[in-house]
């Protein structure tokens, strides 16, 4: 792994201010997306670090506004942060380091500006959200929030000259919504505690479920949620099947994090399933080994491209 101050100069930072303000969201990251930050520094060309670590910073940092206090104020707080990030891309002088590192990154990257738009626009999903009623407020939840989120990091993402751009989007949309499946499911526990989980209501109450029995519950309960939850795991398995195309659409140089970023949302799927009505009590977790043996693997597949 290269020092930072070699990752920056191969990615051709070298202004005093643009290094703090790169430091900065690089310490911010590694502290909250730990695994995350390694995956990148290890895997990703030192060239695209700076600028990955900028735009995971600036979403992390949206979702911290858009996730605390009342509706109306955080909806005033998106509308805010959107005026301030719309202004810095614009070219106003930025007011902290977040939306600096931000506004170099969209200078290195032209095809960043458009998603960072829609991934404001789509917030107003997350300020709104309370769950679901039916499978079709999920896949809108998908499409107006976690894809264009997720556009952030992949838009970034070094290609193969042939991709079609078309195809990489719908692509980076199928391994969206497996992952935002999967995290629904992982966070179960923790979002029944608050009143709101990512299961449509309608596939609870078709198993006799509710979110105040997942509050509460019962081995009868965990039992109904065993079965919900491998229907859930069936549902997740097409699109994530259908996203392992971004391994041919991207270029050599970013092949290894997108394997690894596929293999983990496999393992993760495969320790739900063993947990069932379990996640009902907590998270499911992969098998360390397993974790470590994808990281590897692909280090040394960077390493050889490389």
Excluded: N
Excluded at 19 to 28: D, I, L, V
Excluded at 189 to 207: M, S, Y
Excluded at 249 to 260: D, E, K, S, Y
């Amino acid at each position: 792994m290269p020092t930072w101050s070699r990752t920056l100069r191969e990615a051709g930072v070298t202004e005093p201010d643009l290094c703090a303000a790169y430091g900065q969201q690089r310490r911010f990251v590694r502290r909250f997306r730990a695994a995350e930050y390694l995956t990148v520094r290890l895997l990703l060309p030192a060239r695209l670090h700076p600028s990955v670590v900028a735009a995971v910073a600036f979403m992390h940092e949206t979702d911290e506004r858009v996730d605390t206090g009342t509706r109306e104020a955080r909806g005033a707080a998106l509308e805010s942060w959107a005026s301030a990030t719309r202004a810095v891309l614009d070219g106003a002088t930025a007011p902290d380091a977040t939306l600096r590192a931000l506004a170099d990154t969209a200078k290195r990257h032209p095809q960043l500006p458009g998603y960072v738009e829609a991934f404001l626009r789509g917030a107003r999903h997350e300020v709104d959200y309370t769950g679901f009623d039916t499978e079709e407020g999920l896949q809108s939840y998908v499409d107006g929030y976690s894809l264009p989120a997720f556009m952030l990091l992949t838009c970034l993402l070094e290609r193969e000259e042939s991709a079609d751009d078309e195809v990489f989007v719908r692509c980076c949309r199928d391994l969206i919504e497996a992952m935002q499946r999967i995290d629904f499911l992982d966070d179960l526990a923790e979002d029944a505690v608050q009143g709101r989980v990512g299961i449509p209501g309608k596939d609870l109450e078709r198993h006799g479920l509710s979110v105040e029995a997942l509050r509460s519950p019962t081995d009868a309960v965990r039992g109904r949620l065993g079965q919900l939850v491998a229907e859930q795991v069936e549902m997740t398995r097409p699109p994530l099947s259908a996203s392992e195309r971004l391994v041919d659409l991207a270029a050599p140089g970013t092949r290894p994090f997108v394997i690894a970023l596929l293999e983990v949302q496999e393992l993760r799927l495969r320790a739900i399933g063993r947990k069932g009505g379990g996640l009902v009590d907590g998270a499911a977790r992969p098998s360390v080994p397993a974790l470590l043996g994808v990281l590897a693997r692909q280090y040394r597949a960077a390493r050889r491209i490389r």
